[in-house]
């Protein structure tokens, strides 16, 4: 077996449920101590609002795609779609649907595919750079191209900006790839202009390549002020060829459609170019069905605004309860809450889940210690995922839980 598989570190969900092995939520005290409340789930990201009845229907309209094989480009009439709402999402000239979009099943795989397309082996000290805390694609795509991860903290005191100038030259010299996420996971910030400029700048220099992870861009709270996306900046700095620079986007949040496992990826089209060569060996063309589903959801807004306003009611709802014992405010963008504990996160965590059944994740699981800290340490990741009447509730457990310690 391939010897780096034994590098790959617990996914945080594993962690998590380690750390509640043993542990049950305790009951009310009602019905003679038999009753305890339900579990309400905020740990694990994975929309709930209801898929579109019309996505719904494209897809068993489109049954008879089963029949044939998929290209790995895709078909035209989606390219069009996503190349037409990249345009209109990101006020950019319409991408070339032949070379600058790049239909995949999901950003996950293809942020993870992306690096073993991307790193060269070949030249010494292949470097990986990702944010931290982070998604945990980013360092096993790293480890398992042959490269390795070097972390960026994302620190409160910084309010969560990306510090480039925290890693000396002679990391970037090494660097190959960057993975940045805006939206970010799991502080919701998004990267401004100048943070980009500064992010190009240092990949003209180096020569390194941009993985921009934009999975959570369509969650924001002001319909007038979307986040600012990695294709809007570099076309603002006037860089219309994207040079070194390709964006990751996905239906799964935007639409509610996790399990349709559909988004794409846009930018330097001398970067497709190599990235569809790797993917047509990889085997990783998009079901015909789910091509045709994700037409029609690129081409509706109307059903992402109302998504937009389930999460903004929640958001207005839930921070207010949340903040009053713990230190969080409204993110930029996205659909966590980052919230900083009185005590450690695994202990604040573990005993949530028992004395409220209600479960978050530590934020310690989602980053590495990095100079000499870890910046996920003291901080627990809230998903609002569920309904607002579950988003209540929880949060009013989490009030009954810290006005107990």
């Known amino acids: 077996m391939n010897p780096e598989l034994n590098l790959l570190q617990p996914y945080p969900f594993e962690r998590l449920r380690a750390l509640f092995d043993g ?176 992010l190009f700048e240092l990949s003209d220099r180096f020569g390194f390549v941009i993985a921009s992870d934009e999975c959570y861009s369509e969650i924001y709270f002001e319909e007038d002020q979307p986040p600012l996306g990695a294709l809007s900046a570099a076309a603002q700095l006037g860089r219309h060829d994207y040079k070194n620079l390709l964006m990751f986007s996905s239906l799964s949040k935007r639409s509610n459609v996790p399990g349709m496992r559909s988004g794409f990826v846009a930018g330097d089209a001398a970067l497709l170019e190599k990235f569809l060569l790797y993917r047509t060996y990889h085997g990783s063309a998009m079901n015909p069905v789910v091509q045709a589903a994700s037409i029609v959801a690129w081409n509706d807004e109307a059903h992402v605004i109302e998504n937009r306003r389930l999460y903004a009611e929640k958001f207005a709802a839930v921070t207010p309860l949340v903040s009053s014992h713990l230190a969080c405010k409204l993110p930029d963008a996205g659909f966590y809450l980052w919230a900083r504990t009185p005590m450690a996160d695994t202990d604040f965590a573990r005993d949530l889940y028992h004395q409220q059944n209600v479960v978050v994740l530590p934020g310690s699981y989602l980053a590495r210690e990095h100079d000499g800290i870890n910046p996920g340490a003291g901080f627990v990741r809230i998903a609002l995922v569920p309904s607002l009447e579950d988003c209540l509730d929880a949060a009013r457990r989490i009030q009954t839980f810290c006005s107990s310690l």
């Open 23 to 198: 542990v049950s939520p305790a009951s009310t005290g009602e019905s003679n101590g038999k009753l305890r409340p339900r579990e309400i789930k905020l740990s694990i990201g994975e929309p709930q609002h209801k898929t579109p009845a019309f996505i719904k229907t494209a897809v068993t309209e489109n049954l008879a795609g089963l029949a044939s094989y998929p290209s790995t480009l895709g078909v035209i009439g989606l390219r069009e779609a996503i190349a037409a709402w990249v345009a209109r999402r990101y006020s950019v000239p319409l991408p070339e649907t032949a070379t600058q979009i790049l239909p995949v099943n999901g950003s996950r795989e293809a942020l993870f595919s992306f690096a073993q397309a991307v790193v060269d082996r070949s030249r010494p000290n292949p470097l990986v750079v990702c944010p931290n805390p982070f998604y945990q694609i980013y360092e096993g795509a790293a480890l398992l191209a042959g490269a390795t991860p070097t972390y960026l903290n994302t620190l409160a005191d910084n309010d969560f900006e990306l510090d480039f100038t925290s890693l000396p030259d002679s990391t970037w010299a090494d660097t190959q790839l960057i993975y940045v996420c805006s939206p970010g996971n799991p502080t919701g910030k998004v990267m401004s202009l100048s943070t980009w400029q500064k």
